[in-house]
Nanobody, 126 residues
Framework: QLQLVESGGGLVQPGGSLTLSCAAS????????IGWFRQAPGAEREGVSC????????YYADFVKGRFTISRDNAKNTAYLLMNGLKPEDTAVYYC???????????????????WGQGTQVTVSS
């Protein structure tokens, strides 16, 4: 089974930046689409951004458009989430997930998720 491992979380001041990484154990059809999700205390898990295998198709939730950038390096089986202009409301556990695709919307809409990572905490606070 595909394993996903997130890293890069931490504490950052408002307006700061972080880059999250999601390393997949192998390159399979199950990691055709990779995405980032987040869950704040007491809230439901929500899709943040997803990317297709080629990188040609991406999805961003409205609340991160213009601030976050998703990318992937298929040679390293790794996806990234560059987060700029962080706000206190971005505080959450961030999860990486994947499915066989092809639709980025189906993954980010939580319609079909094949694999989850364990999550990494992002805290935005002064």
């Amino acid at each position: 089974q595909l394993q996903l491992v997130e890293s890069g979380g931490g504490l950052v001041q408002p307006g700061g930046s972080l880059t999250l990484s999601c390393a997949a154990s192998e390159a399979t059809e199950d990691s055709s689409v990779i995405g980032w999700f987040r869950q704040a205390p007491g809230a439901e898990r929500e899709g943040v951004s997803c990317i297709s295998r080629s990188g040609a198709n991406t999805y961003y939730a409205d609340f991160v458009k213009g601030r976050f950038t998703i990318s992937r390096d298929n040679a390293k089986n790794t996806a990234y989430l560059l987060m700029n202009g962080l706000k206190p409301e971005d505080t959450a556990v961030y999860y990486c997930a994947a499915n066989a695709g092809p639709s980025v919307f189906r993954l980010c809409g939580l319609k079909k998720v094949d694999s989850w990572g364990q999550g990494t905490q992002v805290t935005v606070s002064s």
